[in-house]
């Protein structure tokens, strides 16, 4: 049969996702979290955010972060679903949609289009975007198609589900940092907080002099 690359890669994620509870098994949230900030750090250099005003660049990671990060595809408990960007962008066409559109110069809707080709796996999301883009275009068609086996696909999903198994001795943790070591609820709410900013300066900051300034910050009050 003949399927497109963000389909296959689509199908790939709705069989992880379908499985890997059955399994018993999943990407653990240390790997998952490692992988959504490289994604995150593709996502924000492209076309779709390069332009956009540095407050709503910063506004919209944390709530794309917050929302993908929950889902198993990257170590969570929640479903992927078509729109979970829309929602997490204030519903479809919000004012902050509409700002980070304008600033990449196209328009919402197919701004928007390229951003769930993004969440979906699309390695060249930013087409999208394009109004003039028509995926049924038969140039387009013979360029990102392929012809795949129903065989090759069970082993392509087969292999993606393999990347987050573990073993019985090796379960993984599913509690958040913050569980881990918060004693109380305060201490977990404020360890969260404490996480995300953390997160959001991994954006901006180089990880070794993130490191010393916490060393430092830290030697103050210990």
Not at 6 to 16: F, G, S, T, V, W
Not at 73 to 94: H, K, P, Q, R, V
Not at 121 to 141: L, Q, R, T, V
Request: overall charge negative.
């Amino acid at each position: 049969m003949k399927i497109s690359k963000a389909r296959l890669k689509q199908i790939i994620k709705e069989e992880r996702d379908a499985y890997l509870p059955q399994m018993g098994s999943r990407i653990s949230p240390t790997r998952g979290a490692a992988e959504l900030r490289k994604d995150m750090e593709e996502l924000l250099g492209s076309e779709l955010f390069s332009k956009a005003d540095p407050k709503d660049q910063t506004d919209a990671a944390k709530k794309i972060y917050s929302a993908l990060i929950r889902t198993s595809f990257y170590g969570g408990e929640n479903t992927f679903y078509e729109e979970i960007l829309d929602d997490a962008l204030g519903g479809y066409g919000s004012d902050l949609q509409q700002r980070l559109a304008d600033a990449a110069g196209f328009p919402v809707v197919s701004w928007g289009e390229a951003l769930s080709a993004w969440a979906s796996g699309e390695e060249d999301f930013a087409k999208y975007a394009d109004p003039d883009y028509d995926p049924d275009d038969i140039g387009y068609m013979q360029e990102n198609k392929m012809k795949i086996t129903k065989a090759r696909l069970q082993e392509i999903i087969k292999e993606e589900i393999g990347l987050g198994a573990v073993t019985e001795e090796e379960e993984p943790d599913m509690r958040t940092p913050a569980e881990r070591y918060g004693k109380s609820m305060t201490e977990v709410g404020v360890l969260e907080e404490l996480d995300g900013a953390i997160r959001e300066a991994i954006q901006y900051v180089d990880i070794k002099n993130l490191r010393a300034f916490l060393q430092d910050a830290l030697s103050t009050v210990l």
